[in-house]
């Protein structure tokens, strides 16, 4: 069974910090996604990483893609409290076609 | 484009009752999935169609089925309604590669169980 362990669960913080969430799994995917949910809205997607090693930048956030394509991160520099939200990893696998999610990571950012 | 919209947003049912659920995808994404996110449980996958046909199930019991129509709209039927079957169902649409599968989710429908 594919599994995403993401970390941390949670996450509090101030205004203008930075902070890392991570993604990790024992299998290999094709690709893998992150998704930012805000309550009672379904995710909204906010890269693909589709290469080992790839990193992405969008605004302040900068997601990588680790090179054996079975972990990723995503930092955000200068969290702002429009940030808030659950930041959801998700691996997918083209040979059984499925999108594994991770359990998510909760962000609050304080003014 | 207009995204994929869901109806209803919210529902309450009384258990043992069945209820149904329905998905319009964005234009021209051929792929519906849904997906069950719970508080305990995260985000898990039901099943996914591709041009009408079931292409992927997840481990739910047979009581949860769907169908997808000629025109890529998409329902979800729940049977037997229990009580944990409250949760916020989402339906997600997609081109439909399976090497990228990327998901373009609607706001989902709250169920409630009583």
């Known amino acids: 069974t594919q599994l995403l362990e993401q970390s941390p669960q949670f996450l509090s913080i101030q205004e203008g910090e930075n902070l890392t969430v991570y993604c990790n799994s024992s299998?290999?995917?094709?690709?893998l996604q992150w998704y930012r949910q805000e309550p009672g809205e379904g995710p909204v997607l906010l890269v693909t990483?589709?290469?080992?090693?790839e990193v992405k930048k969008l605004k302040r956030l900068t997601f990588q893609f680790g090179d054996a394509r079975k972990d990723s991160s995503l930092h955000i520099t200068a969290a702002q409290t429009g940030d808030t939200g659950l930041y959801l990893c998700?691996?997918?696998?083209?040979?059984?076609?499925?999108?594994?999610f991770g359990q998510g990571t909760t962000l609050q950012v304080k003014p | 484009k207009a995204g994929v919209t869901q109806t209803p947003r919210y529902l309450i049912k009384t258990r043992g009752q069945q209820v149904t659920l329905s998905c319009s995808p964005i234009?021209?994404?051929?792929?519906v999935s849904w997906y069950q996110q719970t508080p305990g449980q995260g985000l898990q996958f039901l099943f996914e169609?591709?041009?009408?046909?079931?292409?992927n199930k997840g481990n739910f019991p047979g009581r949860f089925s769907g169908r997808q129509f000629s025109n890529s709209r998409s329902e979800m039927n729940v049977s037997t309604l229990e009580l944990g079957d409250s949760a916020l169902y989402l339906c997600?649409?997609?081109?439909?590669?399976?090497?990228?599968?990327?998901?373009?989710f609607g706001p989902g429908t709250r169920l409630t169980v009583t």
């Open positions: 299998s290999v995917f094709s690709s």
């Open positions: 169609y591709f041009s009408e046909t079931q292409r």
């Open positions: 990483v589709v290469t080992g090693g």
């Open positions: 234009s021209g994404h051929r792929s």
């Open positions: 997600a649409s997609s081109p439909g590669r399976t090497d990228l599968y990327e998901q373009y």
């Open positions: 998700a691996g997918a696998s083209g040979n059984t076609g499925k999108l594994i």
